[in-house]
């Protein structure tokens, strides 16, 4: 291990996936892996126990999830710099990991090079993002400002992802289904979709609905 080398600590909750990555890093003289965890409380401990220059961070993970270990780390250990590593790349999740305060988010079809190079490159303060995550930020800053969507029209769409057809809405909601229609209506012309389930998909991808 050579002298200065960056000091990190893997977090994945799926062995294989940490052990690959472990295993990717493990001959890279520059990078020395202090700790692994797989879930997030785990990672925190790891976190304050051995002060680590970059934490690799998983998004889904048991206990503790990413978005939340960020905030946690970022708060309470801001020389640590958070370099996210998951599969997820929709608008809401690349969205709520650069908010917690990740300084990268990273897609785990990154190659060893490009890994080592954001890692490097976190750990002097630089942010990092995989290609298509830089495109999808970009193409989001270009969007004219969305229009938030009413109560109603959540209630709307929560019923649509229940699977309810109009005439089931109108009587969950106590309303006229000509009524749900002007609703549907005016969520497909903000949501920018024609039909039902895209709504619901790109709803979800914005964060606008939340489903258990």
């Not at 977090?11 to 990078?31: K, P």
């Not at 690349?94 to 079809?109: F, P, Q």
């Amino acid at each position: 291990m050579s002298e200065g080398a960056v000091r990190i600590v893997v977090v994945d909750d799926h062995t294989v996936m940490r052990a690959g990555v472990v295993a990717l890093l493990a001959d890279e003289d520059s990078i020395e892996i202090i700790g692994e965890a797989e879930d997030g409380r785990a990672a925190l401990d790891l976190v304050e126990r051995y002060d680590p220059d970059v934490a690799l961070v998983d998004l889904r993970m048991p206990v503790l999830d990413g978005v939340a270990t960020t905030t946690e780390i970022v708060a309470r250990h801001p020389r640590t710099r958070v370099l996210i590593l998951t599969t997820y790349d929709t608008d809401a999740e690349i969205e709520r990991g650069v908010e917690a305060g990740a300084i990268g988010y990273l897609l785990k079809d990154t190659t060893r090079e490009q890994l080592v190079d954001a890692v490097h490159a976190a750990a002097r303060g630089e942010t990092v993002l995989a290609p298509r995550v830089a495109a999808k930020l970009v193409a989001r800053m270009r969007r004219p400002a969305q229009e938030p969507l009413t109560d109603r029209e959540t209630d709307v769409l929560n019923a649509v992802a229940d699977g309810l057809t109009n005439a089931e809405i109108g009587r969950r909601l106590v309303i006229g289904e000509a009524t749900v229609k002007t609703h549907l209506l005016r969520l497909f012309a903000k949501l920018d979709v024609n039909d039902r389930t895209r709504a619901v998909v790109v709803a979800m991808e914005r964060g606008l609905l939340r489903r258990p």
